[in-house]
């Protein structure tokens, strides 16, 4: 779908997009095909797509040959998806909130590969949300604000580190990644996007069993980050258990959240809250 013909569309349709819902739409095809080989898209594949928007990824996912489940939340691009594209083979279209449906409807999404231009005001945490779900997806390729592109892949000690990076790589390693130019979306954005390849790990940081006692940990040391992570940790823990932690990880009494890699951190659980 060329720019021209989402003007046209839009126009017939008398549609105006809404900022609220993030609608910034993907025109151009060099950017598409580039998505589609970031995310390894093969005939058969199961691919995930959130906020479809007039269908020009979708569209792409199918060429390639995938099977698409496809979750718009704006009732208003349904009709219109339907009519372009409904007659596919291998389209599964759902009128819902993406957030609100993957609490409500879970599965098993370990063959799936999510590949998908999210709203910008909710891409982390459908990421997020993806990651933390007990069969998550083999890969997340996602377009998103090129800041939070750098966050997912930010190192620990840089300013872009921090608790998004970390509950991501419980489950995810960041793949490659690459700019996407303002003008290549209608409306272009105010800022700046990019799209990144977020790979399943062969085993999580943690067993599922200490997953949500290794999300607990993180959320509460980065909940005050420039603070030395002893004193974020002593209103939860005694201290006789921080300092026997603090020992054992041979940690220097002033370390800080932003300087623990996600292994350190899933170490530190362990030396915390030691198994059995």
Same mark, same amino acid.
């Given at each position: 779908?060329? @720019?021209?013909?989402?003007?046209? +569309? @839009?126009? !017939?349709?008398? @549609?105006?997009?809404?900022?609220?819902?993030?609608?910034?739409?993907?025109?151009?095809?060099?950017?598409?095909?580039?998505?589609?080989? &970031?995310?390894?898209?093969?005939?058969?594949?199961?691919?995930?797509?959130?906020?479809?928007? +007039?269908?020009?990824?979708?569209?792409?996912?199918? &060429?390639?040959?995938?099977?698409?489940?496809?979750?718009?939340?704006?009732?208003? +691009?349904?009709?219109?998806?339907?009519?372009?594209?409904?007659?596919?083979?291998? @389209?599964?279209?759902?009128?819902?909130? !993406?957030?609100?449906?993957?609490?409500?409807?879970?599965?098993?999404?370990?063959?799936?590969?999510?590949?998908?231009? +999210?709203?910008?005001?909710?891409?982390?945490?459908?990421?997020?949300d993806l990651a933390q779900s007990p069969q998550p997806p083999k890969s997340l390729t996602a377009t998103l604000q090129a800041e939070v592109v750098d966050r997912i892949r930010a190192t620990p000690g840089t300013p872009e580190y921090g608790l998004l990076t970390v509950l991501l790589a419980e489950a995810y390693q960041p793949g490659p990644s690459f700019r996407i130019p303002a003008s290549c979306f209608f409306p272009a954005p105010d800022v700046a996007s990019a799209c990144i390849r977020l790979d399943r790990r062969p085993q999580p940081l943690v067993a599922p069993d200490r997953a949500p006692a290794f999300r607990s940990l993180v959320k509460r040391a980065f909940s005050q980050r420039r603070k030395q992570l002893r004193t974020v940790l002593r209103g939860q823990l005694p201290d006789e258990r921080l300092a026997s932690a603090w020992q054992r990880m041979g940690f220097a009494p002033d370390v800080r959240a932003e300087t623990l890699s996600p292994e350190t951190f899933a170490q530190l659980l362990d030396a915390l809250e030691p198994r059995g």
């Amino acid at each position: 779908m060329t @720019l021209s013909e989402m003007r046209l +569309l @839009l126009d !017939a349709e008398n @549609l105006r997009l809404t900022r609220s819902l993030g609608q910034n739409f993907l025109h151009d095809g060099n950017q598409l095909r580039r998505i589609i080989a &970031l995310a390894e898209i093969q005939p058969g594949d199961a691919a995930l797509e959130i906020g479809p928007g +007039l269908g020009p990824l979708t569209e792409a996912l199918l &060429l390639a040959g995938a099977s698409v489940l496809a979750i718009e939340k704006d009732h208003r +691009l349904i009709p219109i998806l339907q009519r372009r594209l409904g007659t596919q083979p291998g @389209l599964e279209l759902i009128h819902a909130d !993406a957030l609100d449906w993957l609490a409500q409807f879970p599965r098993d999404w370990s063959r799936w590969k999510l590949v998908a231009n +999210l709203p910008y005001s909710v891409g982390s945490p459908i990421l997020v949300d993806l990651a933390q779900s007990p069969q998550p997806p083999k890969s997340l390729t996602a377009t998103l604000q090129a800041e939070v592109v750098d966050r997912i892949r930010a190192t620990p000690g840089t300013p872009e580190y921090g608790l998004l990076t970390v509950l991501l790589a419980e489950a995810y390693q960041p793949g490659p990644s690459f700019r996407i130019p303002a003008s290549c979306f209608f409306p272009a954005p105010d800022v700046a996007s990019a799209c990144i390849r977020l790979d399943r790990r062969p085993q999580p940081l943690v067993a599922p069993d200490r997953a949500p006692a290794f999300r607990s940990l993180v959320k509460r040391a980065f909940s005050q980050r420039r603070k030395q992570l002893r004193t974020v940790l002593r209103g939860q823990l005694p201290d006789e258990r921080l300092a026997s932690a603090w020992q054992r990880m041979g940690f220097a009494p002033d370390v800080r959240a932003e300087t623990l890699s996600p292994e350190t951190f899933a170490q530190l659980l362990d030396a915390l809250e030691p198994r059995g």
